[in-house]
């Protein structure tokens, strides 16, 4: 059984490029949430997707914003990159009935030059 | 605002000997705690878990506590073991319209030495 798939693995971009993250959820869940992890921090939680609609967001500027398509899968995109950008993004799937059940995947990890 | 802390960036033990792992909180409308462990270049694998109804949750080594009133909680894990270094994270979860949204402590990495 697949877990939560991400693509690509690393990523390297310029400062003002725009970036789109891949991410297949675990077979079964419906619910997909993007994480930051800056070095040295925990991750942070960027927004949640169910039913192709953005949930909930935490505090990232428009700059950040994604999609889920009919098939769960979910995009992360971002524009006019900036240095401070550069990090480990996460994709976390889940069941929305359960609401803690959540399955990472290994990330994405971006550089922006 | 750092609502979750952990505020040893490492921990250091002998293989057979207890780790402990601590975290601290400041929302006090998170319900519910999650324990992390993260590999290099693999994401965080879910480990333990409790509610915030609940003071002590155990699943084979590992016993996590809360204490409500401190607004804390640890991991123990017991024997510790080599394959158990790794980076640890607390994360916790705000009950009603909160739906998925985690907050995680900066991380603990975990040294156990044979």
């Known amino acids: 059984d697949a877990g939560v798939t991400q693509s690509p693995t690393h990523l390297i971009k310029t400062r003002g490029q725009q970036v789109t993250l891949r991410c297949s959820p675990k077979s079964g869940h419906d619910t997909v949430s993007w994480y930051q992890q800056a070095l040295g921090q925990g991750p942070q939680f960027i927004f949640q997707y169910y039913e192709e609609e953005e949930r909930q967001r935490g505090n990232f500027p428009d700059r950040f914003s994604g999609h889920q398509f009919p098939n769960y899968s979910s995009e992360l995109n971002v524009n006019a990159l900036l240095l401070g950008d550069s990090a480990l993004y996460l994709c976390?799937?889940?069941?929305?009935?359960?609401?803690?059940?959540?399955?990472f995947g290994s990330g994405t990890r971006l550089t922006v030059v | 605002d750092q609502q979750v802390k952990q505020n040893s960036p490492s921990l250091s033990v002998q293989e057979g000997r207890i780790s402990i792992l601590n975290c601290d909180y400041t929302?006090?409308?998170?319900?519910?705690f999650l324990w992390y462990k993260k590999y290099p270049a693999e994401g965080p694998t879910f480990l333990i878990s409790i509610s915030s109804i609940k003071d002590k949750n155990e699943d084979g080594r590992f016993t996590v506590f809360l204490n409500k009133s401190a607004k804390h909680l640890s991991l123990h894990i017991v024997p510790s073991q080599p394959g158990d270094s790794a980076v640890y994270f607390c994360?916790?979860?705000?009950?009603?319209?909160?739906?998925?949204?985690?907050?995680f402590g900066q991380g603990t990495i975990l040294t156990v030495h044979p």
């Open positions: 929302n006090s409308m998170f319900d519910y």
């Open positions: 994360a916790a979860h705000a009950g009603g319209t909160s739906y998925g949204k985690l907050t």
């Open positions: 976390a799937s889940s069941w929305q009935k359960l609401n803690y059940g959540y399955t």
